[in-house]
């Protein structure tokens, strides 16, 4: 098995980003949308001019936002990559691309006719991100939805040839099991947290475990 792709998400200070800059993440996520972890542009801009994040990407995550929103972030804040968090359509994702250059993500909420959404953006998005939807929250939330529907979010994400990160509820515990359905990457924000920041003990345990399961298999 190759090692999946990383994503720690949901930094919300310098001393965050100071942590997950120094992990084996791919990605490093910024939230722009209304959350507990929402940053502002100015300070992540300040954050990433003292930081050095050998090499990872930066991801802005927003969700249902304006096109002129997602502007005024680029124009403080380098990202890599966009990640669309709510209930964007087709159309939304295609202007977003039109209008930034940037590659985009769209995240996809595990419900009932999921699947069938995905399908919907096949040559459209850039990747994916499958996260649990839980009642007054986008994501963030540390819940974990059924993995046993992840083989077929990532069967259709292959057809599209991008790659499908899973999300919610991963921690240091679960991640041999989640590891097990032989994922892309996955995407984690309160499973490396303790008393609300990111844990370098927390994050090495996690990196530890999946060097581990990727040596054995």
Aim: glycine share 8%.
């Amino acid at each position: 098995m190759q090692r999946p792709l990383i994503k720690y998400c949901g930094n919300k200070s310098c001393e965050d980003v100071q942590v997950v800059s120094q992990s084996r993440a791919d990605y490093i996520g910024f939230i722009f949308a209304n959350s507990k972890r929402k940053v502002n542009p100015d300070e992540v801009k300040q954050w990433l001019q003292e930081v050095d994040l050998h090499g990872k990407q930066t991801v802005g995550i927003f969700v249902n936002a304006n096109f002129e929103e997602i502007e005024t972030v680029l124009e403080i804040v380098p990202l890599a990559i966009i990640q669309c968090h709510g209930t964007e359509s087709v159309d939304y994702i295609k202007q977003v691309k039109k209008r930034t250059m940037k590659n985009v993500w769209k995240v996809i909420h595990h419900a009932d006719q999921a699947l069938e959404t995905m399908k919907e953006f096949a040559g459209i998005v850039d990747g994916y991100v499958v996260d649990t939807k839980v009642a007054n929250m986008w994501g963030g939330s540390g819940v974990s939805f059924n993995w046993e529907a992840i083989p077929l979010y990532h069967q259709e994400a292959r057809s599209q040839g991008v790659p499908c990160f899973i999300a919610g509820g991963i921690d240091s515990k679960n991640i041999e099991r989640l590891l097990s359905y032989n994922i892309d990457g996955f995407d984690v924000s309160s499973g490396i947290e303790h008393q609300g920041k990111k844990d370098q003990t927390i994050i090495h345990t996690i990196q530890k475990r999946v060097d581990e399961y990727v040596e054995r298999t």
